[in-house]
Nanobody
Framework: QVQLVESGGGLVQPGGSLRLSCKTS????????MSWHRQAPGKERELVAF????????NYADSVKGRFTISRDNAKNTLYLQMNSLKPEDTAVYYC???????????WGQGTQVTVSS
């Protein structure tokens, strides 16, 4: 059974940092790529960062470039999102997603709330 479990969200002041984690399990045949997305109230879900596991190539939304870093610890089956210099506009529910290598289907975690406020 495929599972993605996010953790690490919370309340942080502007300028602060958080690290989100997403632990994966059950991916028979491995994972091709993973990503972080976010959805703020009243807005559509948007892609924040993307990593291809075969090459470790990464891509970021312009709004987070230079502040966020996506990484993957394959030994721990865990995806991370290091978020620095957080801004109030980063407030959203953050979701991780994994594209299974076998059939390129996407799977989603349950989401974790990040609130940036003083």
């Amino acid at each position: 059974q495929v599972q993605l479990v996010e953790s690490g969200g919370g309340l942080v002041q502007p300028g602060g940092s958080l690290r989100l984690s997403c632990k994966t399990s059950g991916f028979t045949g491995g994972i091709y790529a993973m990503s972080w997305h976010r959805q703020a109230p009243g807005k559509e879900r948007e892609l924040v960062a993307f990593i291809t596991l075969t090459t470790s190539g990464t891509n970021y939304a312009d709004s987070v470039k230079g502040r966020f870093t996506i990484s993957r610890d394959n030994a721990k089956n865990t995806l991370y999102l290091q978020m620095n210099s957080l801004k109030p506009e980063d407030t959203a529910v953050y979701y991780c997603s994994a594209k299974r290598a076998l059939d390129r289907n996407n799977y989603w975690g349950q989401g974790t709330q990040v609130t940036v406020s003083s």
